[in-house]
Nanobody
């Protein structure tokens, strides 16, 4: 069984910063791409940022220059550093990982439980 556990959400004032973490655990052969998504009330879940196993990154236009995604492959962990936060960044943030559990098996996507980020004065 594979689990993704997120941490680091909370309430922050506009212009503030937060750092999200997501650690994968369980029987894991290889983690491919990892990413962060968010879902605001009444809206669809959207990609915020993604990172490949080799470190290539991709960001939503709305967060470019403010958010930074990184990963520690030794710890099976992905991070999202969020700076200059805006009220429109308020959402539940979900971690996603594309994981291969054995050398002979395919890749499957896994989701974390979500962590609330609220940007408000």
């Amino acid at each position: 069984q594979v689990r993704l556990v997120e941490s680091g959400g909370g309430l922050v004032q506009p212009g503030g910063s937060l750092r999200l973490s997501c650690a994968a655990s369980g029987i894991i052969f290889r983690i491919n791409a990892m990413g962060w998504y968010r879902q605001a009330p009444g809206k669809q879940r959207e990609l915020v940022a993604a990172i490949t196993s080799g470190g290539s990154t991709n960001y939503a236009d709305s967060v470019k220059g403010r958010f930074t995604i990184s990963r520690d492959n030794a710890k099976n962990t992905v991070y999202l550093q969020m700076n200059s936060l805006k009220p429109e960044d308020t959402a539940v943030y979900y971690c996603n990982a594309e994981i291969t559990r054995a050398y002979y098996s395919g890749t499957q996507g896994y989701w974390g439980q979500g962590t609330q980020v609220t940007v408000s004065s």
